[in-house]
């Protein structure tokens, strides 16, 4: 059975960091484009960063650039989202998604993606 489990959110203030944790069951991660989004009230589901099964490559959306870093452990079987210089509005449910078919032009479009875990909270205040 095909599962994924997001961890490390919380409640952080302005400028601080987080490590978000997404680690997989039931496949192998390094066959899988993995990608993380994040959903704020009332706003669409947006891609934050993803990283490519194929050759690693990686992608972040302008609101991530120079702040986020996306990374894989493949003998954890999990994928890392590590968020510095954090502001309120990064504040959102965050979610990682994994699919063997997505590729890294695609990777930021959430309907690309088959699985999904069940999201944790960022909340980012002083």
């Known amino acids: 059975q095909v599962q994924l489990v997001e961890s490390g959110g919380g409640l952080v203030q302005p400028g601080g960091s987080l490590r978000l944790s997404c680690a997989a069951s039931?496949?192998?991660?390094?066959?899988?484009?993995i990608g993380w989004f994040r959903q704020a009230p009332g706003k669409e589901r947006e891609g934050v960063s993803c990283?490519?099964?194929?050759?690693?490559?990686?992608y972040y959306a302008d609101s991530a650039k120079g702040r986020f870093t996306i990374s894989r452990d493949n003998n954890k079987n999990t994928v890392y989202l590590q968020m510095n210089s954090l502001k309120p509005e990064d504040t959102a449910v965050y979610y990682c998604?994994?699919?063997?078919?997505?590729?890294?032009?695609?990777?930021?479009?959430?309907?690309?993606?088959?699985?999904w875990g069940q999201g944790t909270q960022v909340t980012v205040s002083s």
């Open positions: 039931g496949f192998t991660l390094d066959y899988y484009t």
């Open positions: 998604a994994a699919d063997p078919r997505v590729s890294q032009a695609t990777c930021a479009m959430y309907w690309e993606y088959e699985y």
């Open positions: 990283i490519s099964s194929s050759d690693g490559s990686t």
